[in-house]
């Protein structure tokens, strides 16, 4: 069965810290995989996403995520990080064999940014 | 262009009663997904629509739980009758179908209908 591991419940950083948030995943096939975000208040959003091509993914607002295949990881990473980065972090997995299907999210990492 | 909304925000509902979610997709989108996130854990897939018809409904939990899409427009999630362990935010998503070309379809969220069940 497919299923999304994220290796921080909470993380604490300061402002202008770097960020990596750890995201492995198990599934046999071809992979979509994506980053979402949910900021307070909000709806969940995408952040950036793979499925073929360049492994770096660059997303919105700094963020970049770098898939290795061999290690089934998927970590999201921001050099400097900003107040405004507050929020849940959700890594995700779907099947690579359809355009439309289900998306398996991982337990999500809240993200406290001290100004 | 609106984004996916859902109706209503919150509902609190005693055990064995029946509650009605509702989700409106972005106009346009065939696809349709409901998923539900209980309290900590993560978000679960519950079914996928594509038009009014069910593609996968394999991560439904049981059979107290019954969605519809007629017309292929907004759909409904209908619990009945409710359980404890059925609280939680149910979020609803959309997707456009494309045409092909690799990849996946962005799904679009809606804000979730937290449901809590006494």
């Known amino acids: 069965a497919q299923s999304v591991s994220q290796h921080n419940h909470h993380v604490i950083l300061s402002e202008a810290a770097s960020l990596e948030l750890g995201c492995n995943y198990s599934?046999?096939?071809?992979?979509?995989l994506f980053w979402y975000v949910q900021y307070p208040g909000q709806h969940l959003q995408l952040l950036l996403k793979y499925f073929s091509g360049d492994p770096l993914v660059k997303g919105i607002k700094g963020f970049e995520a770098e898939f290795i295949k061999s290690k089934f990881s998927f970590n999201l990473r921001k050099p400097s990080v900003q107040w405004s980065d507050t929020a849940e972090y959700f890594c995700?997995?779907?099947?690579?064999?359809?355009?439309?299907?289900?998306?398996?999210f991982g337990s999500g990492t809240r993200l406290s940014i001290r100004p | 262009e609106a984004g996916v909304t859902q109706f209503p925000s919150h509902s609190v509902i005693e055990k064995g009663q029946t509650v009605t979610l509702r989700c409106d997709p972005i106009s346009g989108h065939d696809n349709l997904y409901w998923y539900r996130r209980v309290m900590g854990k993560e978000i679960k897939f519950l079914l996928h629509?594509?038009?009014?018809?069910?593609?996968?409904e394999s991560g439904m939990p049981n059979n107290r739980f019954l969605a519809e899409r007629t017309g292929g427009t907004y759909s409904t999630l209908k619990v009945q009758p409710a359980e404890l362990e059925d609280s939680g935010v149910y979020f609803c998503?959309?997707?456009?179908?494309?045409?092909?070309?690799?990849?996946?379809?962005?799904?679009?969220f809606g804000p979730g209908t937290r449901l809590t069940v006494l």
């Open positions: 599934y046999g096939g071809t992979v979509n």
């Open positions: 995700a997995v779907s099947p690579g064999y359809s355009s439309a299907s289900k998306i398996i």
């Open positions: 629509f594509v038009k009014e018809s069910k593609q996968d």
């Open positions: 998503a959309s997707s456009q179908r494309t045409s092909g070309g690799g990849g996946t379809d962005t799904q679009y």
